[in-house]
């Protein structure tokens, strides 16, 4: 069983700026596939940074240049540094960790992010 606590969302306006960190309970260097989804109102969830297989970093096209991902192997965290915040980036922010050889995705309880004036 793997724990996931994010923290570091919150209101702020736009143009402003959030941290959102990702504190898991395993190793994180034996994460396959580590990063942050989100979930707009009334939209699924969609992807939005990620460590993936191979050590390569994935962003999803409506945050390139703006959100920064990185992790803290020290501290088994992963952050995600997000700038130029939109109204639009108004969303819950879900930390998940896939495992390739248990085929097991495990969630953060998600953290609010509010972008507005």
């Known amino acids: 069983q793997v724990q996931l606590v994010e923290s570091g969302g919150g209101l702020v306006q736009p143009g402003g700026s959030l941290r959102l960190s990702c504190a898991a309970s395993?190793?994180?260097?034996?994460?396959?596939?580590l990063g942050w989804y989100r979930q707009r109102p009334g939209k699924q969830r969609e992807l939005v940074a990620a460590?993936?297989?191979?050590?390569?970093?994935q962003y999803t096209e409506f945050v390139k240049g703006r959100f920064t991902i990185s992790r803290d192997v020290a501290k088994n965290t992963v952050y995600l540094q997000m700038n130029s915040l939109k109204p639009e980036d108004t969303a819950v922010y879900y930390c998940?960790?896939?495992?390739?050889?248990?085929?097991?995705?495990?969630w953060g309880q998600g953290t609010q992010v509010t972008v507005s004036s």
């Open positions: 998940y960790a896939y495992f390739t050889t248990l085929a097991r995705t495990y």
């Open positions: 460590f993936t297989s191979g050590g390569r970093i």
């Open positions: 395993a190793n994180i260097v034996s994460i396959e596939n």
